[in-house]
């Protein structure tokens, strides 16, 4: 179990400042040999993430997302896990993922989560690795190519430290985490199979460093998506809001989202957005493109209209609380109308549990004792989904143990290369001792 002592300094620190001079009298013999390897290391992990960088690997693009994961496979081997490559079914239309596994029968069963592919496709301009001093800029340099470096050069620590043995570790890099395919029970089974197995998962796309502390995730947001779909009478626009006629389909779209504004809007952590509208008296749209087309006359009373949105959530329960708010209004229709809504569920939220927090105290000591400071929760409003969610509810989760980055997702992406080696060495280092924990217990 986590020590008193410990828990108390991290939940009674008021000033989160990060301190300069890292020191590492805190740390036992083991923990700086794994410090001493990492740094020693430090440009091999780089030269892996320039390798991968430069493979283009956008989510459509199965093959380029093949190629990162045979390196990522032979780094694996190398580490001694089995490595599988689990091909996703025609139907799904994505590459598949890779899996190592390294079932030591002591120690935590842990978790490692990362991703192969990224959101630039083989026709983007931005497909290299470039290197300027300690920045580093590429497609996927930040998200999350420098986390699945990360995750090998912290299991490659503890080899380095002897003491590897004492954990059990899967490691799941997916194939599609920015494009998931569908269906969920297809694309996230063997991940989903792998929280079922582990104790703890750990997320390794990028960490926050923001006004001078370094912060840890405990929760993320969910991701899932509503279509509203409305009908109403068409005629001639002289006859608009009569008994006969009735208010027609835009009116009672916009008195929808009016009233999702109004009535459902405003608790803690629940945003949702109306992110495209088409209507008119023809209306054509592609929910797998975010596109479409609509017809119609000033004159004519519309009728229909589709309304695409998105939501977050930062639990279950909020979701359901939501989306029975949003029912209750649709369900409210003006005259000569009605309205249906459909809800798709993509990625669940990942709750601040008290095991959740747990790790974050004690990747705090961690950081501490790498001279940066204590690590508190990130604002959960700060994170996107992302796959850790998928198994968050049957483990205790952290998530952003990657490397600092910026401009995820643009053409200005770049990484921070001195914070490479301080994630692998917090990682490496919150692993061996929760194997100590085990031992202990």
Same mark, same amino acid.
Not at 213 to 242: C, E, K, N, P, Y
């Given at each position: 179990?986590? +020590? ?27 923990? !700086? ?9 430090? /440009? ?8 991968? &960088? ?9 093959? $380029? ?41 002591? $120690? ?8 192969? %592919? ?5 026709? *983007? ?8 001093? %300690? ?41 599609? /985490?920015?494009?998931?395919?569908? =269906? ?22 990028? $960490? ?13 947001? +969910? ?13 001639? +626009? ?25 009535? &459902? ?46 939501? !977050? @959530? ?9 989306? *029975? ?24 939220? #990942? ?12 990747? +705090? ?10 690590? =508190?929760?990130?604002?959960?409003? !700060?994170?996107?989904?992302? *796959?850790?969610?998928?198994?968050? =509810?049957? @483990? ?11 401009? $995820? ?10 914070? #490479? ?19 202990? *217990?």
């Amino acid at each position: 179990m986590i +020590s008193q002592t410990r828990m108390i300094r991290a939940l009674t620190a008021v000033a989160l400042t990060a301190i300069s001079l890292p020191t590492l009298a805190d740390m036992d013999a083991t923990e !700086r040999r794994i410090a001493e390897w990492v740094d020693a290391n430090a /440009e091999n992990a780089i030269d892996l993430l320039a390798e991968t &960088v430069n493979i283009g690997s956008g989510t459509m693009n199965h093959d $380029g997302v093949r190629a990162v994961g045979a390196v990522m496979r032979r780094e694996l081997d190398a580490i001694g896990l089995e490595t599988e490559w689990i091909d996703m079914p025609a139907e799904v239309n994505r590459a598949g993922h890779l899996f190592g596994r390294r079932h030591s029968g002591r $120690g935590p069963r842990i978790l490692m989560i990362g991703h192969l %592919d990224t959101v630039f496709e083989a026709d *983007d301009a931005f497909q290299s690795f470039k290197r300027d001093g %300690d920045t580093a800029i590429g497609p996927g340099v930040d998200d999350m190519k420098s986390g699945n470096v990360i995750i090998v050069y912290a299991l490659k620590a503890l080899r380095a430290a002897g003491v590897l043995d004492d954990v059990s570790v899967v490691v799941a890099y997916t194939g599609d /985490e920015e494009k998931t395919g569908a =269906p969920l029970s297809l694309s996230r089974k063997h991940l989903i199979e792998a929280g079922e197995w582990a104790d703890i998962a750990l997320g390794f796309e990028s $960490g926050v460093h923001d006004g001078g502390t370094d912060w840890a995730t405990i929760a993320r947001r +969910s991701s899932s998506s509503w279509m509203l779909t409305v009908r109403g009478r068409q005629a001639h +626009s002289s006859g608009v809001f009569s008994e006969e006629v009735g208010a027609g389909a835009i009116f009672e779209a916009a008195r929808i989202l009016n009233a999702f504004y109004e009535e &459902v809007r405003g608790e803690e952590y629940l945003t949702f957005n109306a992110g495209t509208i088409q209507g008119g008296t023809s209306v054509e749209y592609e929910p797998e493109q975010n596109r479409g087309t609509t017809f119609g006359k000033t004159n004519v009373v519309p009728n229909t209209v589709v309304v695409h949105g998105g939501m !977050r @959530t930062i639990s279950q329960q909020q979701l359901e609380r939501a989306r *029975d708010r949003m029912r209750a209004v649709v369900a409210d229709s003006l005259p000569h109308t009605s309205a249906s809504i459909a809800f798709e569920d993509r990625y669940p939220p #990942m709750a601040p549990t008290e095991g959740n927090q747990r790790l974050q105290l004690l990747l +705090s000591d961690v950081n501490r004792d790498l001279g940066r400071g204590e690590m =508190p929760a990130l604002d959960p409003s !700060r994170r996107g989904a992302a *796959d850790i969610s998928f198994v968050a =509810p049957m @483990t205790d989760a952290l998530a952003g143990l990657g490397a600092i980055g910026t401009g $995820g997702h643009t053409p200005n992406e770049t990484l921070d290369l001195t914070s #490479m080696p301080l994630a692998i060495k917090r990682a490496a280092i919150l692993i061996y001792r929760l194997s100590q924990e085990s031992h202990q *217990d």
